[in-house]
């Protein structure tokens, strides 16, 4: 599940990258689908991957206002913010955190904390495709989301024959 993590967190390094040769306003635009912007959107995946961890280790804050993050910059900051705490947690404590249930604040319902990290890893996933399709629209390449050539698992060498 780690790999699948560091993908999420690569790919979306590279889509606020690309964002760089747009102006504000293009990122804010309104659109179909996804969250209506190239922006929120990216804002949206970032907010979701850290509530419901945060959920599960029981740390549950009020999540950041899309308003406040009405620049590319700022939600570049939250990315490596949110990151900084997220990854270190991870790498140390999947195991454990995979065990038990959740019921966050903002739901009736109780999940089991394998069924959150499934849907945080998925979620992102999704919205990258709608990006790509955006991408697209603006008839700009797309980041790849290939998973294959990211040096993301680490196995033993092939032997050829």
């Known amino acids: 599940m780690l790999p699948l993590f560091h993908y999420n967190w690569q790919i979306r390094d590279e889509w606020l990258k690309w964002c760089e040769q747009f102006d504000q306003e293009e990122l804010l635009k309104k659109r ?19 509530s419901w961890i945060g959920a599960i280790i029981g740390e549950e804050e009020e999540g ?7 620049a590319l910059e700022s939600v570049k900051e939250l990315s490596f913010r949110y990151r ?17 249930e959740v019921k966050p604040a903002w739901s ?4 089991s904390n394998e069924e959150v990290m499934y849907h945080v890893l998925t979620h992102e996933i999704h919205h990258m495709g709608q990006l790509a399709v955006w991408a697209r629209e603006l008839n700009i390449k ?12 680490h196995l033993r060498p092939h032997i050829r024959v």
Do not use: A, C, W
Request: zero cysteines; glycine letters at 6%.
């Open 32 to 50: 179909v689908g996804g969250m209506q912007s190239i922006l929120h959107t990216l804002f949206h995946i970032i907010d979701v991957e850290y």
């Open 64 to 70: 950041p206002q899309f308003s406040d993050y009405q």
């Open 84 to 100: 900084k705490v997220l990854e270190p947690m991870l790498e140390q404590k999947l195991p454990k955190l995979l065990r038990g």
């Open 108 to 111: 009736i319902e109780t999940y």
């Open 142 to 153: 797309p980041i790849s989301v290939n998973f294959i050539d990211r040096n993301l698992i």
